[in-house]
């Protein structure tokens, strides 16, 4: 297709969420600055963006998120110790999350779900596509996801969404899409949107995934989005609406990703990715796997 869209810029990071699942840990601490090794979860989903060509980031807050806020500010006075030591590989690693994107934050106030809090960015995208990514999927940077969309969305106009191939006995965990092929092996047309269906009522196996490419009239949608699923405003039920009528909001794509994804919204998951990045790290990977080998087969 050679059909041109107006070029995303703005990116929408999400991250209001009470993080229930990992209590008592985020009593005080946001479970978006929990740790995947050495880095919080939210620096990898900012640096994606940053790595799709989105540097203007803006991020959804609530009470209690402040550090969220000053992690990606300068901290002068440890700044200023690091330099005294001549420790320059930690200072590096100190203003790398301060000088990655210019940010922006907005709260969310009251929790009415994912819906209300792509809502609450409207006054900052103003009329242009942008990215949603949700702060508990972190995508491989080896497998560039956010862009190809951006590049579908680019092409086709409308909005886009990852989605990726689930058991049918997952499918009830996720937002699912009735899809219809396209030229493009990795991109479907979507036709209807069910968030988190019953197995057997789903309509394929194909689970949303926490990243979107989104037409700036999903806001008029959103507005009038009636409550759905846990009361809350649900970003698929908005996106139904798009799929099944085009003369809303242009048509509704799908990118299929087959890549490297770590969910770190479950507990067991987020253990699991914490080992897979530290197994693939160059400083800690060699001794990080031989001791793991060490402790499987002593264990099993």
Known sequence: MT??????????????????RFLPATKATPKEMLPVVDKPAIQYVVEEAVSAGLD????????????????FDRNYELESALQKKGDA????????????????YVRQGDPKGLGHAVLCAA???????????LGDDLIDPRDPLLKRMIEVQE????????????????????????????EDSDVVKIGDLVEKP???????????IGRYVLDPRIFDVLRKTEPGRGGEIQITDALQLLAQDEKVGGPVHGVVFKGRRYDTGDRG???????RLACEREDLGPDFRTWLRSYVTEEM
């Open 155 to 182: 092409q086709r106009g409308g909005s886009v969404i990852a989605l990726m191939e689930v058991a049918p006995e997952q499918i009830h965990l996720y937002g699912c899409a009735a899809v219809e092929t396209t």
């Open 56 to 71: 203007d980031v803006l991020m959804i807050t609530g009470r209690n998120k402040r550090p969220l806020e000053d992690h």
């Open 89 to 104: 590989g930690r200072l590096a690693k100190v203003q790398e999350s301060s000088d990655l994107a210019t940010m922006h």
């Open 198 to 208: 019953d197995p057997a009522d789903a309509p394929s196996n194909y689970a949303i």
């Open 123 to 133: 006054p900052h995208v103003g009329n242009e596509p942008f990215a949603v990514l």
């Open 269 to 275: 998951d987020y253990l699991r990715a914490i080992v």
């Open 3 to 20: 059909q041109s869209h107006p070029r995303i810029s703005k990116a929408v990071i999400p991250a209001a969420g009470l993080g229930t």
